[in-house]
């Protein structure tokens, strides 16, 4: 028996959550009522042919795994000897490439039709279809009849693009079986759990912190590597560069990991394996070095330039930085050598924090330009999640609150935003730790009241299955189910499909899909708005009263005091919140200059903001900030934050609008009231 891959998905997510309903999966798997009760029927089949109970489904409220299904799956985790899979289209291309890494002798399309199972003309077809997607990474699939299937490029190269296949494999819930079932020995787990005991055990000797899920893929990449190295395929490094990485500390560690591979000291591998510990491992503020390394001053520099682009004043600073640094030190060795990393949240990110992704974006681009490197998309969403959750307030604490732990393997920035959505959904909790998978397994953790878990665990305690990112429906959806085990308060959800179905009896209903989108957020919607208040776009902001074209002004005090006004007169600023921008300039400097002639003055929303505001100053004649003639400005906009997230969406579209150089040349030239009005409401529809 094999299970396909879509009813694999299902069982996985039913395993992680132990009990959900028949809506709940809807909405968490996008598919329809159809389609989850045929793939459960697919997996009931297969749970009856190795004698298990079935999931019941039909006719119940809330469905839940069997006792017995979840003792199999804890039991059989190390069973990799059975191949109970299908692979997608998209799952054989990385396989077929994994495989050629690791070949010994030549491979025709036979070899690949029986580790594909499929027909001939879908392995050439497969091919074909691999070099198109491979050609980025400059590595092509050849085939001659000498040497059969092979690979052509730099041997630099095609490790990166192993590294690019196993993030693509790394989340299908059979991806032990599928690494073993490509091994000649069929050995994958025996080799992998000493390279993940050796990897442990290194980290622990010379006290390092890896990240536990990069870790995770970096043991299986090794299992490769090894194989590789067998046939003395070795990695080429200029000179400068290896003489360089011999003085970084993780050379030694680098020395001692070489160990378990058949090479004699070859030092290009030792340069090799020297850059994947650095992306894998967390900065700590030992490793900068009388704050000499230039990593940690370009995060001081993000956090101020971050606190001035999106307007707020960070409490900690300090603790901000070294927290960025920890994450920028090993996501700067991986955007150098190119160590690919998938955020499964990307699109997620860039819909649910979309305004704080375009400023970070704008805030990354000369730090790529200043370190010669390339920003992927993928490290742009970490550290948008990053800033989001330092940006998040939690509610007040409250007496006699339950203890809880969070257990992420992914690093920093998702540990923290999974803390941070909890402590504003629960205030009946305190989140005590955030620890790895490993930490979790090393620490006694029964002094808690319940855990919440990016992964499957095995405990005794109450586990909540969360997500780093999640919807208004699936915080909804952990709310209740939390609430329901704190307080046995239980809640019978209804579909969509039934409330829209009862409004249609009594309404005509003229935008169904507008209505099901505005419902399906509805009850969660009315949680954040008590606690955010809606987010004003540019145009709501920035409007005939709060707009100024003045020809000249006698200086750049003047020119803050001016700008202030029209906020001061509508009593959404006290003076002394005008006072505290003009002082911060002189103490901070002309940080409020964000670009050629244009500045945004702001202050902390403590020091007299009453409410959400911006107001725009136009100068034919510049005014130079600290009366210093390499900071002349022109355009002025004034911003009033009262949190650190109710202005960041117009915000977002104002770093939009200043991004283009073009219209900061059209703000300068035009003073007709209607064209800046247009160009402000035309920026306020693009986010």
């Known amino acids: 028996m094999m299970i396909e891959k879509r009813p694999a998905l299902l069982l996985n997510h039913f395993l992680k959550v132990k009990h959900t309903t ?138 990166v693009l192993v590294m690019y296949c196993l993030s693509k494999l790394i989340h299908v819930p059979y991806f032990e079986r599928l690494i073993n079932h490509l091994l000649p020995e069929k050995n994958g787990h025996t080799l992998y759990e000493r390279l993940q005991g050796t990897l442990n055990q290194m980290e622990k000797h010379n006290n390092l912190h890896f990240v536990e899920e990069r870790l995770h893929q970096f043991a299986y990449f090794l299992i490769f590597y090894y194989y590789r190295l067998q046939e003395l395929k070795f990695a080429k490094f200029h000179l400068d560069e290896m003489t360089l990485l011999k003085k970084d500390p993780m050379w030694s560690v680098a020395s001692q990991l070489s160990k378990q591979f058949p090479f004699d000291d070859e030092e290009s591998e030792l340069c090799y394996i020297t850059i994947q510990l650095l992306g894998l491992s967390l900065g700590r503020s030992s490793t900068q070095g009388n704050g000499q390394d230039l990593l940690f001053k370009l995060c001081e520099q993000l956090v101020f330039d971050f606190e001035s682009k999106a307007c707020i004043v960070f409490e900690k600073k300090d603790d901000v930085v070294q927290t960025l640094y920890q994450h920028l030190r090993p996501a700067y060795f991986r955007m150098k050598y190119r160590i690919p990393i998938d955020n499964p949240l990307l699109s997620q990110i860039k819909s649910e924090h979309k305004e704080l992704y375009t400023i970070v974006k704008e805030m990354l681009h000369p730090i790529g330009l200043l370190l010669g490197i390339t920003i992927p998309e993928e490290e742009i969403g970490f550290i948008t999640i990053h800033f989001g959750a330092l940006l998040e307030k939690p509610k007040q604490a409250l007496p006699k609150k339950k203890k809880a732990i969070v257990v992420c393997p992914s690093g920093i920035s998702s540990s923290l935003m999974v803390k941070h959505q909890l402590e504003s959904l629960f205030s009946e909790i ?134 202030a006004n029209p906020l001061l007169m509508k009593g959404i600023i006290e003076p002394s919140y005008i006072t505290a921008m003009i002082e911060n300039i002189k103490t901070l400097g002309a940080y409020v200059v964000i670009g050629p002639e244009v500045a945004i003055p702001h202050a902390r929303p403590d ?81």
Not at 43 to 66: A, R
Not at 465 to 485: A, D, G, S
Not at 490 to 514: P, R, V, W
Not at 612 to 634: A, C, I, T
Request: charged content about 25%.
């Open 22 to 159: 028949m809506n709940q999966m809807m909405v968490a798997t996008q598919l329809t009522k159809r389609q989850i009760s045929y793939d459960l029927e697919k997996v009931n089949q297969w749970l009856k042919e190795k004698e298990l109970p079935p999931i019941q489904y039909k006719g119940i409220h809330t469905i839940e795994v069997p006792e017995l299904v979840l003792e199999y799956f804890r039991n059989q985790q190390s069973n990799l000897k059975e191949r109970d899979f299908i692979l997608t289209e998209e799952e054989r291309l990385s396989v077929i490439y994994l495989y050629l890494f690791i070949r010994t002798e030549p491979i025709s399309s036979i070899h690949l039709i029986q580790l594909l199972q499929v027909s001939k003309n879908t392995v050439i077809s497969d091919v074909k279809r691999a070099n198109e997607i491979n050609r980025p990474f400059l590595v092509e699939i050849c085939y001659t009849r000498q040497k059969g299937y092979h690979l052509k490029g730099t041997e630099f190269d095609k490790r």
């Open 607 to 687: 020091t007299g903001v009453n409410q959400v505001g911006m107001s725009f100053l136009k100068l034919h004649q510049p005014v130079n900030f600290l009366n210093d003639e390499k900071y002349p400005v022109r355009l002025l906009f004034c911003i009033a934050a009262v949190d650190n997230t109710t202005h960041l969406k117009a915000l977002s579209q104002l770093t939009k609008l200043l991004s283009d150089k073009n219209n900061i040349e059209l703000l300068k030239k035009v003073d007709s009231m209607e064209e800046i009005v247009g160009l402000f409401k035309q920026y306020s529809e693009v986010g």
């Open 430 to 563: 305190s989140v005590e730790k955030t620890l790895s998978l490993q930490e979790f397994k090393e620490n006694r953790c029964d002094c808690y009241d319940l855990v919440f878990s990016t992964v499957k665990l095995d405990t005794k305690l109450p586990c909540f299955y969360v997500k780093p990112i999640m919807t208004p429906i699936e915080k909804n959806n952990l709310v209740t189910e939390v609430y329901q085990y704190l307080f046995g308060i239980q809640y019978h959800d209804i579909s969509l499909k039934e409330l829209i179905q009862t409004i249609s009896k009594f309404a005509h209903i003229y935008d169904e899909n507008g209505l099901k989108q505005a419902l399906s957020q509805l009850t969660f919607h009315k949680k954040v708005e008590v606690i955010r208040g809606r987010q004003p776009v540019l145009q709501d902001l920035l409007q005939d009263e709060t707009i100024q074209v003045i020809k000249e002004l006698s200086d750049w005090e003047e020119a803050v005091k001016v700008v």
